[in-house]
């Protein structure tokens, strides 16, 4: 074989290559993210015979795969039930969110149950993440600490002490030393997790990896690196919120809609198995602008408020803020109002925000978030007892969405007495809360006021 080396421009943010520099990337359209990249590249003289070997479908899969529990439920929940042997999870977030934590008290409660766990520490030293791990009730012996970079040196370990479970924290501080570039560059991240990849799938050992993300919220590097690993998990929150969301957006084996739910307090991470409760413990009055929706995360009902504040604008163009929820859906929301039912928004600015740091992208959250704007427009306040969730059409008309019963169910057990949806609706009523029924968001806003 003949080894070949070439010089690439790279775009750091989407891995698009061109043979020169490039002021705009030409595939996500960043300025000044192209850098210089050495490629070697090795051409086969010789072409080996396949070792590889067909599998009938009918007994691929035929064996269930076990799982390994995390200790932590939450985690669990979103994992699909664990975490199953060679698969490879990509954990990313905002720095101080706490991705760190917990990895840390999953890699604690894995040892206990007495299968080995390294934890490579690439960002920070084994004291800082001794004393973490002390604050946190960490301190298994079966943790083992490796602060190395070199993913070759963490394959030789891996390959001689034969953990049951590997965290690679985090990698953009990982690098191979066989391709050019400094770690963090979107050949190294591409080239170091293609080898986790291979090295989990061939020894069958668990490889948990924590990513950076980007100001806008996805994970740093190529996309290509979410499509490499099985599954991928955001940690989302605000960091002076005490609610922390585990969201599940790839998962090859179970639901990629699932979300845990965590609160961060003294000793760590811990998870909230009643989060409407939570979320709604402060609504103890009826104030005008405030709405209860029922939403759905994955398999769980949740009851968030919708809060909107419509105030007197003093600038030429009035403004539409949203935090939690989609600026597009407000407008269009603010749209109907205004077409379909006869308030007008002109000259007023529109704040909106779900209380409790979450975001809502479900469209449930149209008929909520019409309450509530409707309610702070005219000043009046939507019942305590009231519940809602709905999607709105461009014609006015409300329209059904899924899972109706279980939100009616968790609607019922905070003691919402009635809960709006769509008329054509089908879902019974129970014993502690009743389905009302709206054709038209002129219906709907009628019950404010």
Request: a negative charge; charged letters at 20%; glycine letters at 12%.
């Amino acid at each position: 074989m003949v080894a070949k080396e070439r010089i690439t421009w790279r775009c750091q943010t989407c891995g698009a290559g061109a043979p020169r520099w490039v002021g705009r990337c030409g595939e996500c359209g960043e300025f000044g993210t192209y850098v210089e990249e050495v490629e070697s590249s090795t051409v086969l003289t010789a072409r080996s015979a396949s070792a590889a070997q067909a599998v009938s479908l009918a007994h691929a899969g035929a064996q269930s795969t076990a799982r390994l529990p995390t200790g932590v439920p939450e985690l669990d929940r979103v994992l699909g039930g664990g975490l199953v042997k060679g698969s490879l999870v990509l954990l990313g977030g905002e720095p101080g969110i706490g991705k760190s934590t917990l990895l840390l008290q999953v890699a604690q409660a894995v040892a206990e149950s007495g299968t080995g766990v390294l934890y490579v520490c690439g960002e920070e030293s084994p004291d800082q993440i001794g004393l973490r791990a002390r604050r946190v009730g960490a301190d298994a012996e079966a943790v083992s600490l490796l602060p190395e970079l070199d993913v070759g040196a963490v394959e030789s370990v891996v390959r001689a002490a034969k953990p049951g479970v590997v965290i690679i924290d985090s990698i953009q501080t990982a690098f191979d030393p066989d391709l050019a570039g400094a770690p963090g560059s979107v050949g190294q991240v591409r080239a170091c997790t293609a080898r986790l990849m291979r090295m989990a799938k061939e020894l069958g050992v668990t490889t948990l990896i924590v990513g950076h993300v980007t100001k806008e919220g996805a994970i740093a590097g190529p996309r290509v690196l979410e499509h490499m690993v099985d599954a991928v998990l955001y940690f989302e929150g605000d960091r002076d919120h005490a609610f922390r969301i585990v969201r599940a957006v790839k998962n090859r084996f179970g639901s990629a809609s699932e979300i845990g739910i965590f609160e961060m307090g003294e000793h760590g991470l811990s998870g909230v198995g009643s989060p409407s409760a939570g979320l709604i413990s402060e609504r103890t009055e009826a104030v005008s602008g405030s709405a209860v929706m029922v939403a759905v995360e994955g398999s769980r009902p949740l009851l968030v408020e919708i809060q909107a504040l419509v105030t007197p604008s003093y600038l030429p163009t009035p403004r539409r803020l949203a935090t939690g929820i989609e600026t597009g859906r407000l407008l269009q929301v603010v749209a109907v109002l205004e077409r379909r039912a006869g308030l007008s928004f002109a000259g007023q600015d529109v704040h909106v925000a779900v209380a409790g740091g979450l975001r809502i992208s479900e469209p449930a959250v149209d008929l909520p978030l019409a309450l509530a704007l409707a309610s702070a427009l005219r000043d009046v306040a939507v019942p305590l007892d009231l519940a809602a969730f709905g999607e709105i059409g461009l014609t006015g008309h409300v329209r059904a969405v899924a899972h109706a019963e279980a939100r009616l169910r968790e609607a019922g057990r905070f003691g919402m007495r009635r809960v709006l949806g769509a008329q054509s609706l089908s879902a019974p009523a129970t014993e502690e809360c009743q389905l009302v029924g709206a054709n038209t968001i002129q219906e709907a806003v009628g019950l404010v006021g």
